[in-house]
T-cell receptor, first 112, second 116 residues
Framework: DTAVSQTPKYLVTQMGNDKSIKCEQN?????MYWYKQDSKKFLKIMFS???????INETVPNRFSPKSPDKAHLNLHINSLELGDSAVYFC???????????FGPGTRLTVL | AQSVTQLGSHVSVSEGALVLLRCNYS??????LFWYVQYPNQGLQLLLK??????LVKGINGFEAEFKKSETSFHLTKPSAHMSDAAEYFC??????????????FGKGMKLTVNP
């Protein structure tokens, strides 16, 4: 069973489009995260949710809107995509903020 | 705010040789420290973590790391490299946000190549 899953794995789209990435975890964790990994492999947190409530928003443009319909899901919607949004986006989850984070396989977003 | 330094971006070793990946963090207050590994086209996987218990931490796949407060370091080692160790390695430190939540701050990563 996959612990943290993301869909889609690859996403290629045009500038200006709106797209969503979905994340689900079956570990029963309370906390979920979105990270962005750029072309140089630098990994930076974007958002964190605990029990469906937003607890971290790391000065991400408001074109990015996370949504957590329940504890097991954290989706990422991106409006008006820009070239600079091209990256690999990772979802992760943990039992609490200090616990081990389990990462999904990533979604490679390419904006043309 | 915490920061993590991983000097260099690429380390190359021979199979069977010692692996040493360096990590230094910025805070004087001992944080939680982590090493994660990323295999090609995969997500990150925890190798080991330091949470203020033993200073020598053993992880998976024969890796270990030693927390040295005086040097603000948490270097990762493995006595004998295996071909399957080829991957990207990330050191991370816990940090507090302005809102009082905890987050992970990652180093820029180190690509390990293992030569036969």
């Amino acid at each position: 069973d996959t612990a943290v899953s993301q869909t889609p794995k690859y996403l290629v789209t045009q500038m200006g489009n709106d797209k969503s990435i979905k994340c689900e975890q079956n570990l029963g964790h309370d906390t979920m995260y979105w990270y962005k990994q750029d072309s140089k492999k630098f990994l930076k947190i974007m958002f964190s949710y605990n029990n469906k409530e937003l607890i971290i928003n790391e000065t991400v443009p408001n074109r990015f809107s996370p949504k957590s319909p329940d504890k097991a899901h954290l989706n990422l919607h991106i409006n008006s995509l820009e070239l600079g949004d091209s990256a690999v986006y990772f979802c992760a989850s943990s039992q609490n903020e200090r616990d081990t984070q389990y990462f999904g396989p990533g979604t490679r977003l390419t904006v043309l | 705010a915490q920061s993590v330094t991983q000097l260099g971006s690429h380390v190359s070793v021979s199979e069977g040789a010692l692996v040493l990946l360096r990590c230094n963090y910025s805070s004087s207050v001992p944080p939680y420290l982590f090493w994660y590994v990323q295999y090609p086209n995969q997500g990150l996987q925890l190798l080991l973590k330091y949470t203020s218990a033993a200073t020598l931490v053993k992880g998976i796949n024969g890796f270990e790391a030693e927390f040295k407060k005086s040097e603000t370091s948490f270097h990762l080692t493995k006595p004998s490299a295996h071909m399957s160790d080829a991957a990207e390695y990330f050191c991370a430190v816990s940090d507090l946000t302005q809102g009082g939540s905890e987050k992970l701050v990652f180093g820029k990563g180190m690509k390990l190549t293992v030569n036969p």
